[in-house]
Nanobody, 124 residues
Framework: QVQLVESGGGLVQPGGSLRLSCLVS????????IAWFRQAPGKEREGVSC?????????HITDSVRDRFTISRDNAANTAYLQMTSLESEDTGIYYC????????????????WGQGTQVTVSS
């Protein structure tokens, strides 16, 4: 079964940047759509960004995310990334990567495998 491990979270000041990584094992990343989700304190888990397994198309939950975050994948390294810039306090939460076959979407119920998450805290 596919396993995912997130890393790269931490404490960052507003306006700062972080790059999250998701290492996939047990299968070939190129076979899957991969998405990043986050869960803020007291909130439901929400999809953030998704990247297709085929044409590399990307999708984002909001314009704000689209303008500040970049999702990418390195299939040879079996690793996906979420490059986050201009971070805001509202970006605070636990970030999860998830994979599924088929098409991109940002609905958590469609995803088969999840990592354990990495904490992102944006605070001065």
């Amino acid at each position: 079964q596919v396993q995912l491990v997130e890393s790269g979270g931490g404490l960052v000041q507003p306006g700062g940047s972080l790059r999250l990584s998701c290492l996939v094992s047990g299968d070939t990343l190129r076979s899957y759509v991969i998405a990043w989700f986050r869960q803020a304190p007291g909130k439901e888990r929400e999809g953030v960004s998704c990247i297709s397994s085929t044409d590399g198309s990307t999708y984002h939950i909001t314009d704000s995310v689209r303008d500040r975050f970049t999702i990418s994948r390195d299939n040879a390294a079996n690793t996906a990334y979420l490059q986050m810039t201009s971070l805001e306090s509202e970006d605070t939460g636990i970030y999860y990567c998830a994979v599924r076959p088929g098409r991109c979407n940002l609905l958590s119920s469609f995803y088969d495998s999840w990592g354990q998450g990495t904490q992102v805290t944006v605070s001065s």
